[in-house]
């Protein structure tokens, strides 16, 4: 049997093999690689295997920067809109400023116009507080003594009577309300003439004391100071009768009173500084 390397083959195989790597090389060269071929160059097939990883990075890229601008808008957005919720507020408080200013200058143009009609010496002064316990129905005024204001001195407001001042310091002083039940004013009912004693009542409320039952009194008659008490000037409004009960035994009436002024919302009053003429009985017919 031959020995395969004794055969021509194997002793021309390096010819051969030159000899068809050369006949490929020329038929290549020959026919030559289209430029369209990406496979046919080694950056165009790099090309196709990246092709999808650069196609995903450049979604990525694009989604990442449109995120940013996203944030950024919301961010500005979101700071424009603190900025003109702020100046809504502010608008909204220099025009409750501006109200609050206008209202106030209206009741001193009216306690201005009050003081005026009664032709009477009269501090104005603020409530700034009111009685804290509930025990008694007083206010505090922020003017006093400094002020010239004493104790016993009569108080009213743009309605009618408010109370008289029961204590006073160098700034300001405590008045109590007509409706409290140590206040007492002298008053008759301006239409017939009948003579008793304003008071509060425990229990809230305004009343008419020692109105005799044969009295000529009626539901909204005016209620005025009659100015015997030495402490307010005659005709000053007071109320007016609310309810007449008439039931019962006993030589008087009971008389309740709505108050002209309103004892829950006072802001302003005024003080009568100046002591009213004495009045006799017999000055009041």
């Not at 229990?203 to 005025?224: F, L, N």
Request: hydrophobic share 45%; aromatic share 4%.
């Amino acid at each position: 049997m031959q020995d395969p390397k004794d055969t021509f083959l194997w002793r021309n195989r390096v010819a051969l093999a030159g000899g068809v790597l050369l006949l490929v090389a020329a038929h290549m060269i020959s026919s030559g690689v289209k430029q369209s071929d990406a496979l046919g160059r080694p950056e165009g097939v790099v090309a196709e295997i990246m092709r999808p990883f650069q196609a995903a990075s450049s979604r990525m890229a694009s989604s990442a920067a449109d995120l940013f601008h996203d944030y950024f808008v919301l961010t500005k957005a979101a700071r424009e809109n603190v900025h003109l919720k702020e100046q809504i507020a502010q608008l909204n408080q220099r025009q409750a400023t501006m109200v609050e200013l206008e209202l106030e200058n209206r009741r001193l143009a009216e306690l201005l116009d009050l003081k005026e009609a009664l032709d009477l010496r009269v501090v104005a002064a603020d409530v700034i507080g009111s009685d804290a316990t509930g025990m008694a129905r007083t206010l505090i005024l922020n003017q006093g003594d400094g002020s010239g204001l004493q104790p016993g001195m009569g108080v009213i407001a743009i309605g009618g009577v408010v109370g008289k001042l029961i204590a006073t310091s160098h700034s300001a002083s405590r008045v109590m309300l007509l409706n409290d039940h140590n206040c007492a004013v002298d008053a008759f009912v301006q239409r017939s003439r009948a003579r008793g004693i304003v008071a509060g009542v425990a229990d809230d409320g305004v009343i008419m004391k020692y109105i005799e039952r044969t009295d000529d009194i009626k539901v909204g008659d005016a209620v005025v100071t009659s100015g015997l008490d030495g402490v307010f000037p005659r005709g000053l409004l007071i109320g007016s009768v609310a309810a007449i009960q008439r039931k019962g035994p006993g030589l008087f009436l009971n008389v309740s009173i709505q108050p002209a002024a309103n004892l829950r919302k006072l802001e302003q009053v005024l003080v009568i500084t100046q002591t009213p003429p004495h009045l006799t009985d017999s000055g009041t017919s």
